[in-house]
């Protein structure tokens, strides 16, 4: 959620006209999409060699992220689950983010050790 504070102070000096618009900025984006991929599943978590991915929805790409959302691994492709070698993988924690065939996106954390 992103939210934002605007703080104004002046002086009244004269005829002075300060016009604002209000605007709501804390509706979440994409949040609507993240609920929809049922059982997403990733096993076993911690991990130092393979990972499978499960889910009841048909996947159309995987993605391994680093944690500042780089790109590091993508799988594309129909199926239902996905097993990636993450053992080339530094030490630490990634995220993993599914997309489905209907463009509806999830992501969880995963940690490899």
């Known amino acids: ?23 709501d900025l804390l509706s979440p984006t994409g949040h609507e999409d993240l609920l929809s991929v ?29 944690i500042a959302g780089n790109r590091i691994i993508s799988l594309s492709g129909k199926s239902y689950n996905q097993e990636i070698d993450v053992s080339n993988l ?8 599914v997309t489905v065939k209907d463009g509806f996106c999830a992501v969880k954390k995963i940690i490899v050790n």
Not at 39 to 61: D, H, K, M, R, V
Request: charged share 20%; aromatic share 10%; net charge negative.
């Open 90 to 97: 530094a030490r630490g924690i990634y995220l993993i983010r």
């Open 1 to 23: 959620m992103i939210a934002f504070v605007y703080r104004f102070t002046a002086g009244h000096q004269g005829d002075e006209v300060l016009n604002a618009d209000q605007q």
């Open 38 to 66: 049922k059982n997403f599943n990733a096993y076993p978590n911690p991990t130092s060699g393979i990972i499978t991915i499960l889910s009841q929805e048909e996947l159309s790409c995987v993605d391994v992220m680093d």
